[in-house]
């Protein structure tokens, strides 16, 4: 896999040295620390589009949630929104708390909630979120250690989980009628297609829809790569051992296995890392305000996190080949909102599908990816609110929760690893030749 991507002038082999040497290391280190190692979230969200067809009771598909002791005491209280102490005192929390509220749009709708959806889509066009948030007050609503909940192979597959992605890609990617082929690539194919035909079609497509197959594609192979990375090679005496399994990663990425679909994948994987790698740069100026903190309640710990995510930020903005997200919705303004709107709730709609996995690991690390790429696209299209912050307080126009935030870490920490996998891939393939 060498090569320039499609749709930005950035070749493979900068991204693979870029992130193995300044990216990977980094955010891996961040990924442990308390602020960014806990996530709320609610994996018992009811299936909104058809009957739950059963939870996987493999134990691989379990996930720990974290006993309240272990919560440190900052995140708990909720007074993690990132504030300093100084703007805790200032009317401005409570502008940026109601504005928060705003922001939080919930599947059951109090009238006060009403009330707040209203005036939320009221918001500026760019405000709007890419994803369906969890309600972090409900009952149901739990923390969970990433760290003790590792994504990997759980054994989840078949009608359930073809479901899930068949849904995705062929009831909200783009794709007119004339085009018969699945887009789903678990989907058995259509007679003697090779593909081209339907990449002739995906060409033709405006830049828009062709970025958010791509997005999904990357998302996907990115899954599939942590799980051949990840997986369950053998259990002796009930001792698991986990590992790369590169006939796993043959079958599912492999030219001749895919009928040459397993690179476009995997550039699709790539585009995907630039998208988000792209969005950490264009977020920076909101953290870098001394105004905001990465508060868990241990000074010390939260300012070594802090100095951590600002480095990280350095280094992305010293990445000379980003992604142009300017040249997309960039035609005629009511074409371009109007393509944007459409953009912004298929992408939504993705994210409420993942309360339809049946694996509650799989769900777990599905619900984050889709909520980081979400929060990715909420900062791209958020520019000019970003700029104008304040810097001594906490700031009306654009707005981060702390889910978002450690969403936007974590998800980028998973495509950052992708790539690392398949250098170590590249590696295994070349020793079993």
Request: neutral net charge; contains cysteine; charged residues 30%.
């Amino acid at each position: 896999l060498t090569g320039v991507l499609d749709d930005c002038l950035c070749d493979i082999e900068s991204i693979d040295d870029f992130n193995t040497f300044k990216i990977f290391p980094k955010i891996q280190k961040l990924q442990e620390r308390d602020y960014f190692r806990y996530y709320k979230v609610n994996l018992k969200r009811p299936c909104p589009f058809w009957a739950d067809d059963g939870h996987c009771s493999i134990k691989d598909c379990h996930v720990e949630p974290c006993p309240e002791s272990k919560i440190p005491v900052g995140i708990k209280a909720g007074s993690s929104n990132k504030y300093s102490k100084a703007a805790n005192n200032s009317k401005e929390l409570e502008d940026c708390e109601q504005a928060n509220k705003l922001g939080a749009v919930n599947s059951t709708l109090s009238n006060q909630s009403k009330e707040a959806f209203i005036d939320w889509a009221r918001y500026d066009d760019s405000q709007d979120h890419f994803c369906e948030l969890d309600d972090e007050r409900s009952p149901d609503a739990q923390y969970v250690d990433l760290l003790l909940n590792p994504e990997r192979y759980t054994g989840y597959k078949g009608p359930s989980a073809w479901r899930v992605w068949n849904s995705i890609y062929e009831e909200n990617c783009f794709k007119p009628r004339s085009v018969y082929r699945p887009l789903n690539p678990l989907a058995p194919s259509r007679g003697g297609d090779d593909g081209e035909s339907f990449y002739t079609w995906l060409e033709g497509l405006c830049l828009e829809k062709r970025v958010f197959y791509k997005l999904i594609s990357g998302l996907h192979a990115s899954i599939n790569l942590h799980l051949c990375a990840n997986y369950l090679l053998e259990e002796t005496w009930g001792k698991p051992r986990w590992g790369p399994n590169v006939k796993e990663f043959t079958r599912r990425f492999n030219p001749t296995e895919t009928k040459g679909e397993g690179p476009r994948r995997l550039k699709n994987l790539y585009f995907l890392y630039l998208i988000e790698l792209r969005a950490l740069s264009k977020v920076a100026p909101y953290f870098e305000r001394s105004v905001v903190d990465l508060y868990t309640g241990n000074g010390h710990e939260d300012a070594e996190s802090k100095a951590l995510l600002l480095d990280i930020f350095r280094d992305t903005k010293s990445f000379h080949m980003h992604f142009d997200e300017k040249s997309m919705f960039a035609g005629d303004k009511k074409g371009a909102k109007s393509l944007k709107e459409e953009f912004r709730l298929h992408f939504k709609n993705i994210s409420r599908i993942m309360d339809c996995v049946g694996c509650d690991k799989c769900r777990l690390w599905g619900k984050l990816q889709t909520q980081g790429l979400g929060t990715a696209l909420k900062i791209l299209f958020s520019e000019k609110e970003i700029q104008s912050l304040p810097e001594n307080s906490p700031s009306k126009g654009f707005q981060l929760t702390r889910q978002e935030i450690v969403a936007l870490v974590n998800a980028f920490g998973r495509l950052s690893t992708s790539i690392r996998e398949l250098q170590n891939f590249k590696v295994l393939l070349q020793q079993t030749r």
